[in-house]
């Protein structure tokens, strides 16, 4: 796993041995079912909503939580990593929705085509790819609004709007393993 260092946001992309989590990627056209943020003492930052046990370091185990780096059995993950002087910024406004619950209206999003029928920006509560995408909006890293034509933006989206941004800075080694990774018995 990457560490961040003081001006790099990683993101970790990932989908579990769940079987909601296939059906989540093959709704939205992607390997990925899920996305957090890898925090500087390299707990994962996310919304996601495996029950109300699931494994909870701090925050909502049922929404918006720090979990530990292996809270879930993986089928894989891969890392993005982002330089930005905003990373710290991107970080704190995200961890400032810790407890916010999960929002499975974004799920229902993805068997639709209807266009604007949910507000995805909703701040009461958060789809892992939208809260981050939120937080990075919120805090500047971008020049303009993100103006989007659904009315959900899931893993895979948010690695198309950061794939071109010349601030992706392992976008050619993106897809392999993650270097010291101890993988899980059905991980790739």
């Not at 991107?90 to 209206?105: A, N, T, V, Y």
Request: glycine residues 6%.
């Amino acid at each position: 796993m990457i560490w961040p260092h003081e001006n790099q946001l990683v993101l970790q992309f990932s989908t579990s041995t769940a079987w909601q989590s296939s059906i989540i990627r093959k709704l939205c056209h992607s390997p990925f079912s899920h996305v957090d943020m890898v925090l500087p003492n390299g707990n994962l930052l996310g919304a996601s909503d495996q029950g109300p046990h699931s494994v909870c370091i701090r925050g909502n185990p049922q929404g918006v939580a720090e979990r530990p780096p292996d809270y879930q059995e993986f089928g894989i993950r891969r890392e993005m990593i982002i330089e930005t002087p905003l990373a710290s910024k991107i970080i704190k406004r995200w961890e400032s929705q810790l407890g916010k619950p999960f929002d499975g209206s974004a799920l229902h999003s993805f068997l639709n085509d209807k266009v604007f029928d949910r507000n995805w920006q909703d701040p009461n509560m958060w789809f892992c790819s939208e809260g981050i995408v939120w937080s990075m909006e919120m805090e500047g890293f971008w020049d303009f609004p993100i103006l989007w034509a659904k009315s959900r933006i899931s893993p895979m989206d948010l690695y198309l709007i950061l794939a071109v941004d010349h601030r992706f800075v392992n976008r050619l080694t993106f897809w392999d393993q993650i270097q010291g990774l101890k993988l899980g018995p059905r991980e790739l």
